[in-house]
């Protein structure tokens, strides 16, 4: 970087190394070395090197690996940087509400997280309407519960009080 | 066959026969353009109701449906960035950077005209060439369909938007998930750690939909919102005139021509008709250097293609009572149901049936250009909810949609899972089409690969000596990969 | 006070529904899942039942797909849920007695309350109509003349048409001079017989239908109606127990079912495929009826899971 104060040098060589694109790849590439040595840890009953189930699973993590070294390489020395995050508190809790409520439907049932959820949601983007918010909470998954569960038949799952949502 | 199409147009044209085209034809448009929920679902809305019709109409609403749901993934695919299918991703490379510049009436516009001439041409292709066809499958044995998908594979560096070395990261990482489960030849397990919801695999809609639908909410919820009110300027579809068109035809027809071919090989489908399809138009195409960027080619190349595998994969399916796909397997179960056993004589024993369904097809496709520009015209008003509302709903419909692909509530977890990482990966500018790509073809890949070493003993050379056509595919595969790295050169020597 | 009288009254009224649980079975809609897509083979079967046991059984009665892994993800999740009757599976041969022998899944033999069987078929080895081979003795030859030349195909390790070649093959001991080659489904797999990449391929006889292929020996203890010329495995020299193979299939219940329920379960699904709306639909779509009551299939599925454990053997499963 020309023109920079060779006093931020350090600290630049410290972002560039803690940025978080550094970080990512930095974990995808020890995802793919730990699923590498997984392969290793299983035995198979197949004697032929090429019909041995791990064989095409090998090839593609050996360049999964080389790929993400390189790639690696070429994010800490280009100094490139993630779009900035505008708001940490509205990601975050979209990226949580929606894994909890994924996580949710299978035991508690489609109708009521997605009521928690849409709440939650439209709170997070900043939409606090007294009457929209609720209405909309519950318009919509209740549309679907009523279309799938009892107009055709093919039920989303249901809570543990009732079979009806 | 031609002469029983005065019977087979009576049934169409008969009140149920009507109502089942139009209908079936709505029913998948709307359902396509929700996002998140695609063809797999529509077809399984509608299957219950097939039961209890007679043979013709009970086919042509699926069809009606698939392909309807199949051009309504490209306008979910355009507008917000969300396939609803595979098929639809390589819309979204060109169809949402045009919406996002203001023109999605128009970007709507070329995907309806392309998916319509696709299926068209694909309809006549059926009527009058399926036993020419079938026979072409006939050819395309383990190792020349691995040579094929190979070629296929190349797409990933042409659709590696910004970064090639991040875009092949993006296939082997799609690659792998698709190795995740039962080995296809021997059926051990791998990388399932004892978790037995793992024996399935990951289900390829449910990390399609995470990548794209789910990690595009999130990429929306990360960036400052200074526009609230709307998400994209849309009031309907808008045709591309007849001027636009100059210098297009030439790729509209190679679109064709490629979606036609694959979809008559069984077993490699609409997504990979589509990517194949839109790294050729990148290769070959007037206007290739806007690709990517919001270019007509690239919707066209893409639409054109996955829209005439339809008409493709009814080819095996007609002619030789192989299924060609996913929906055409549906459809000769339900002919079975009917006490017809698909086989060679499918066509010789019942020509008024075949012949309604043939040109079923051609009316569904027909239908498509007034229907979609209906809808579009009814549902743009939808489009205009705040965007906030808008991403709620695109969570809960995507965990719909996803639930009822294989009935299982761990498919959500994977699509919550692919979308955080999808959302990690996208900020990096790691490109989620090629993992998609990957994802796709890797099973394929893996299978005719080792098929291929049992029928030669475990040679690969001998995967060429013998195969002229599996030889041609491979060699094109080089110079498509080749091809970018002389340009370049060429480039920096004139320069 | 008030207090006590509520809870009081609410024990009683837990209590009383507990006693009473067989007699107002059912009280809400039947799940029937069938453990793969929607419109294949097993689904369609299953949509075609429906209906005639919700009107044996006096409730709504709904099929789901829950698909994957050759069947199993559906069992195992049906295996952990609660034993009230109100959730069943139709599952396959190879779904409950094959896969949870060579796959580690949380289901085995004791994980069931059989209810009944619904369909079976025995299972046929087939060439093609233009193939030279004429009957097994042909087959065993051949292969024996050119050792690792000739190919079976199958829809995947695993499956019923994988089973058939093995028990064909292994039963007359050639099985290591021949390559197995699985495909993804039988779909890619008749195209490749068709297209000569493999050589033999086998299935129920519903696909001979189709009418381009010849089966060579049928795995039944006596042969079929339809293809009197066909000689049985016993016939052509295959020794039990590779010598029946059926493609069967039935509903089931979580293990631990009140045998109250069952009755009931088993007396709908009984009145269903008696029904002539089913047999009617069994007849166009192909489909063999056989008929099991709880007890009896429940037997037989025992006996089958025993046997086809020397199945799995021959098959390096």
Known sequence: MPGRPAANLKDDLMTRIANERVVVQLGLLIVALALYASTFAQSFSS?????????????????????????????????????????????????VATLVYVNLIGSEGFFLPSVVFALICLSAFGIRHPLFVPVFAIAVPGTLVLLFNHALGMPLPTSRFTYLF | MLSSLPDAIAILLSFEGLVVLVLGT???????????????????????????????????????????????????????????????????????????????????????????????????????????????????????????ILLGMTCIVSVSTGSVVK???????????????????????????????????????????GVFALSEVFMRASVHISKVSELVAFNGIVLPSRAMWRGRLRNLSKSVVIGNLIGVLPGTGAATAAFISYAEGRRSSPNRAGFGKGEPDGIVSSEAANNAVTGGALVPTMALGIPGDAITAVMLATLTLHGITPGPKLVEDNPTLIAAIFTGFFIINLLLLPL????????????????????????????????????????????????????????????MAPLVIGMVLGPTLELTLRQGLILTDGNFLAFFTGHPIAL????????????????ALRARSTA | MKLSTLTSAMFGAAFAASAAVADGFPERPINLIAPFNAGGGTDLLLRGLAPHFAEAIGSDVFVSNMAGGSGTVAASALQGQRPDGYQM?????????????????????????PICSVAASPTMLFVTADSPFQSMEDVVSAVKAEPGKYVYGSSGPGAITHLTMV?????????????????????????????????????????????????????????????????????????????????????????????????????????AVASDGF??????????????????????????YESNAALIEAAGL
Not at chain 1, 76 to 91: C, E, G, V, Y
Not at chain 2, 178 to 183: E, F, L, P, W
Request: hydrophobic share 55%.
């Open chain 3, 167 to 271: 028990s064909a093959f292994a039963g007359l001991g050639i099985i290591d001079d021949m390559k197995h080659l699985p495909f993804q489904g039988s779909g890619p797999a008749i195209k490749e017989l068709t297209a000569g990449n493999i050589q033999f391929f086998g299935d129920t006889e519903i696909l001979m239908k189709r009418g381009d292929f010849r089966p060579l020996v049928v795995f039944n203890s006596e042969r079929v109606e339809g293809f009197p010329d066909v000689p049985t495995a016993t016939e052509v020299g295959i020794a039990a127990p590779l010598n029946e193979l059926y493609l069967w299939g039935g509903l089931f219940a979580p293990a631990g079912l009140e045998p109250d329920v069952t009755a009931k379960l088993e007396a709908a699904c009984e009145g």
């Open chain 3, 89 to 113: 599976a139709y599952m396959s041969v190879t779904v409950s007695t094959i896969q949870p022998q060579i796959k580690n899944v949380p289901y085995g033999v004791d994980s069931w309350t």
């Open chain 2, 472 to 487: 041609v595919l491979a060699l094109a595969a080089c110079v498509a990969l080749m091809l970018p790295v002389w340009r």
């Open chain 2, 26 to 148: 709505v029913l998948g448009i709307i359902l396509g353009a929700m996002p998140g929920i695609g063809s797999t679902v529509a077809v399984a809305i509608v299957l219950p109701f097939t039961l209890t019709m007679s043979q013709a109409p009970a086919i042509l609403l699926l069809l009606a449906v698939y392909a309807g749901s199949v051009y309504g993934g490209s306008i979910a695919a355009i507008l917000i960035n969300t396939p609803g299918t595979p098929q639809s991703a390589a819309t979204c490379l060109d169809g949402y950077p045009m919406a996002q510049r203001g023109e999605a009436g128009l970007a709507l516009g070329w995907a309806t005209v392309a998916s319509v001439v696709g299926g068209l041409i694909s309809a006549v292709v059926l009527i009058f060439a399926a036993p020419q066809l079938a026979s072409v499958a006939l050819e395309f044995g383990p190792i020349e369909t691995f040579a094929l």
């Open chain 1, 47 to 95: 004697s032929d090197l090429a019909q041995s189930p791990m064989f095409f699973p090998r090839i593609i993590l050996a360049l999964w690996i080389g790929l993400a070294v390189i790639s690696l390489v070429q994010s800490a020395r280009a100094d490139d940087q993630a779009q900035p995050i505008a708001s940490w508190l509205r990601i975050g809790v979209v990226l």
């Open chain 2, 372 to 431: 979609g520009m209906l809808l579009s015209r009814v549902a743009a008003p939808i489009l205009r909810v705040r965007e906030a509302f808008m991403m709620t709903a695109i969570v809960i419909l995507c965990a719909v949609g996803i639930y009822f692909v294989r009935g299982n509530p761990f498919d959500l977890l994977v699509m919550g899972g692919a979308g955080v990482v999808g959302f990690l990966l996208r900020r990096q500018g790691v490109p």
């Open chain 3, 279 to 304: 047999q009617e639909f069994a007849a166009n779509s192909g489909t063999v009826i056989n008929y099991r009551g709880a007890e009896e299939f429940d037997a037989f599925f025992r006996a089958q």
């Open chain 2, 167 to 209: 875009g092949l990261l993006a296939g082997m990482i799609g690659i792998f998930l698709s190795t995740v489960g039962g080995d296809p030849i021997l059926g051990e397990m791998r990388f399932t750690f004892g978790n037995w919801q793992l024996f399935a695999g990951f289900n390829l809609l449910a990390v399609v939909i």
